[in-house]
């Protein structure tokens, strides 16, 4: 029964969908305020029904209905209570349901607290987002049923990726559609704007949080996704440049681009077809992505189900918005004025050159994830596009991005004088040259990379903290520096934050890839070795039972620099109900850096095969995104109290330093 | 779980840090970079360094024999290349067929170089004022 209440009210939803899709429309064209309104109770409808959807899945999940056959396919009595639910969104169809319901969330949140948002400038955005829901309930209504059912009604079902048994599930993927979906804000914000030709820096102004909201997330989730590769696929590395990786990162790249172009159209009225440009893309991009994945163009361990049909459907439909989308830009965007000057060395000159940087990123990450694909259509030898290549083309882009975020918040709006920008990065570039200096005296036989990396983490933190306390110095009192901190605009705290995260997500990658220790060799229970100054002793392996695996479990005694004792304990698991094994790496955090063991094959003469390594540093990759994360976070504030900082933010446009 | 203070953390990353291996290689790091560099064809996308699949320990101890046996790198690849293709290069190579996956990067980097500065160059041709000292 209650698949039947979820597939009525996902056909209900459907129907909703189109019905928000038009109407608003029609009421924005002939100025109707009451058919302009509708769009707000269709949205939250919307919301409710497919949420009740939703529940009636995760309710198939929690009692292991079998007579579902997504929970059959996908689910097993044995499994804990947390990976039943977090195993709705596990595959394919309720991912489906899952990206639905996050659309539908962000259209009730844009009806709710998109009040300052003028009515058919929403009004025109929610029917936008109604067509994109009407678009992929249809798909998964038609091709991809959460709900169809099973008959006869299996006693046991199939049970989950081993792999996806994780409390990563539990968050990663939300998270990371709360960002792809949230995209989808921006393009309807763009799509509104050209339809209502209302674009200006008013427009531009209400669009920044839902983008900020949306970078936020993909950033969240990319990041714990990085994260749960780890410490999951036990091969100790962060990032693999794998294409469903890429799927993810090129849209982020987007969407960081759009969050700076967003501020010069907000600041001076200008660069707003760009603006545009990038809100459509940055969706279409995450459409691309959920096509390569879900159509199994690409293969991961990410795709669930790999369907011709399913992804034809994901195609045609990226064709219809994509294609919709550029028309429309084509046709309205010659219309766009763009206003005031725009002099290549000022604050507006280096977020354009920000944009160009990651236009170019994106470009190159996007072309190495496609070429494979272009190279297998034109009936070419496969070729592979691995880490060497895009640590080849990625770097030079991104290093001088890095530079320039030191440098822009030095650079004021409008004109600037480039000595007077120079002076101000003084401080910034002896921390630069002193970060590298200390690295060479430290390391014998510093590698350049390391040099390179230290020095520009060292660049960016000191660029970004002195800017930062340069716009507190008018306050000389320590009472006038707080009320000085509260006064000005929140994205000032935020993209300081965001850059200093970026800083510390430098030192991150660059610890991790100089300096990390490999050691991979056969222990005997009893042997001792020492790594980054813990000493490991391998003191056997013993059998474990869990809820649904049985495992091998290795046992290694650390022992600290400090004397600290601690057991780690690494595995190898067979998973009863699909007889795969996976490897669970066991990790010691230490401030340093991670301790992370792997268990590998038993060797004839009694010893193991294990793989000890040391990452110096790693945890401020993910501490970085963190900190970026929560600078982002801190920018949407903003919006909520504009009267505190209103004299602040005029007076910082025209004179920031 | 057990967190020494900073400061014995630092003292303790120093060496560490320091002690990135000199340019002189040993034949079991060689094993490791070549391998790190190289795909397990059937794997999705892990390197042979990566990889536990039978194959990849397999072509890992080919590789440890070849090193053994004193041949060059470009030897050993090149001998893997004969048997599985370009595909298990993971650093592809720079041929006709790939001209435009090596040379798109810097293309777009310069495209879009270019029109920022058409953008510039049009906003600047409307001032009003000509006397502009900002050159870059």
């Not at chain 1, 962060?238 to 967003?262: C, G, Q, R």
């Not at chain 1, 009893?526 to 479990?553: C, K, M, R, W």
Request: net charge neutral.
């Amino acid at each position: 029964m209650t698949g039947e209440i979820g597939l009525f009210a996902l056909i209900l939803a459907f129907g909703v969908a189109l019905f928000q899709g038009t109407v608003p429309l029609v009421g924005a064209a002939r100025n109707n305020a009451n058919l302009m309104a509708v769009s707000d109770v269709s949205s939250v409808v919307l919301c409710g029904l497919v949420t009740i959807a939703i529940v009636m899945l995760g309710h198939g999940y929690v009692t292991s209905d079998f007579s579902l056959l997504n929970v059959w396919q996908n689910s097993h009595t044995l499994k804990p209570l947390i990976y039943k639910i977090s195993g709705v969104w596990g595959n394919h169809e309720g991912s489906l349901v899952l990206w639905v319901l996050i659309l539908a969330i962000y259209g009730a949140a844009l009806a709710v607290f998109g009040r300052q948002v003028p009515p058919a400038l929403r009004a025109r955005a929610l029917a936008i987002q109604g067509l994109i829901a009407a678009g992929f309930l249809a798909f998964s209504i038609f091709t991809s049923n959460p709900f169809a059912r099973l008959v006869p009604v299996p006693i046991e079902g199939m049970g989950l990726n081993p792999i996806l048994q994780d409390p990563g599930l539990a968050f990663h993927p939300p998270c990371l559609y709360m960002g792809y979906v949230g995209l989808s804000v921006a393009f309807s914000f763009a799509i509104a704007g050209l339809l209502g030709k209302e674009i200006d820096s008013t427009w531009a102004k209400l669009a920044r949080p839902w983008v900020l909201l949306a970078w936020c997330f993909l950033t969240a989730g990319i990041a714990l996704g990085s994260w749960w590769a780890y410490y999951e696929l036990g091969w100790g590395g962060w990032w693999f440049w794998d294409p469903v990786e890429n799927a993810s990162f090129i849209p982020w790249l987007i969407a960081t681009a759009l969050l700076h172009s967003l501020r010069v159209a907000e600041k001076r009225d200008t660069l707003k077809a760009w603006t545009l440009l990038l809100c459509i893309t940055g969706f279409s991009l995450s459409l691309l992505g959920t096509f390569l994945v879900r159509s199994g163009a690409i293969t991961s361990v990410h795709t669930f189900a790999s369907d011709p049909a399913r992804g034809l459907f994901i195609l045609a439909f990226l064709a219809a918005v994509t294609g919709g989308a550029f028309a429309l830009f084509a046709v309205r965007a010659p219309r766009i004025r763009a206003e005031g000057l725009f002099e290549p060395v000022s604050r507006e000159g280096a977020l354009l050159l920000n944009n160009v940087f990651f236009g170019a990123a994106a470009a190159t990450v996007l072309l190495g994830t496609l070429y494979p694909i272009f190279m297998e259509v034109a009936g070419s030898p496969p070729v592979s596009v691995g880490p060497p290549y895009y640590n080849a083309v990625f770097l030079p882009i991104a290093i001088p991005a890095i530079v320039l975020a030191a440098m822009g918040p030095a650079i004021p709006w409008k004109r600037a004088d480039l000595p007077g920008v120079l002076h101000r990065m003084r401080f910034a570039a002896a921390c630069a040259v002193g970060a590298a200096v200390l690295t060479g005296v430290l390391q014998r036989d510093p590698v350049p990379m390391a040099l390179a990396g230290y020095g520009l983490a060292a660049f960016l933190a000191a660029g970004t903290v002195r800017q930062w306390l340069a716009r507190l110095r008018p306050a000389r009192s320590p009472r006038r520096l707080l009320r000085r901190v509260r006064s000005l605009p929140a994205s000032a705290h935020g993209m300081a934050l965001a850059h200093m995260g970026v800083a510390v997500l430098v030192v991150g990658v660059t610890a991790s890839s100089t300096a990390r220790v490999d050691v991979e060799q056969v222990m005997h229970p009893g042997e001792a070795l020492s790594l980054a100054g813990h000493s490991i002793e391998f003191a056997g392996v013993e059998d474990v039972e869990g809820p649904n695996y049985t495992a091998l479990q290795g046992r290694f005694l650390v022992t600290g620099p400090s004397g600290s004792a601690t057991t780690l304990l690494p595995e190898r698991r067979a998973y009863l109900a699909s007889g795969t094994a996976t490897t669970e790496a066991a990790i010691l955090e230490t401030f340093v850096g991670d301790i992370y063991v792997v268990l590998g094959d038993p060797v004839a003469d009694g010893g193991w095969g294990t793989r000890l390594t040391f990452n110096p540093l790693i945890w401020w990759i993910w501490g970085g995104a963190f900190l970026s994360v929560l600078g982002g976070a801190v920018s949407i504030a903003e919006r909520t109290r504009p009267r505190m900082y209103a004299a602040g933010a005029q007076s910082a446009s025209v004179q920031p330093a | 779980m057990t967190a020494p203070s900073p400061v014995i953390g630092i003292v303790v990353l120093l060496p560490v840090l320091a002690s990135v291996p000199a340019t002189a290689e040993t034949a079991d790091e060689r094993v490791r970079a070549l391998a790190a560099e190289l795909r397990c064809v059937v794997c999705q996308n892990q390197s042979l360094l990566d990889s536990d699949a039978d194959l990849a320990k397999d072509m890992r101890a080919l590789i440890q024999e070849r090193v053994a046996a004193g041949d060059t790198d470009e030897a050993i690849v090149d001998f893997l290349v004969e048997r599985y293709g370009d595909f298990i290069l993971l650093q592809p190579p720079f041929k006709p067929a790939t001209w435009f996956l090596w040379l798109g990067p810097l293309a777009f980097l310069l495209l879009a170089l270019a029109l920022a500065r058409t953008r510039v160059r049009r906003a600047r041709s409307r001032r009003s004022d000509p006397d502009d000292p900002g050159t870059s």
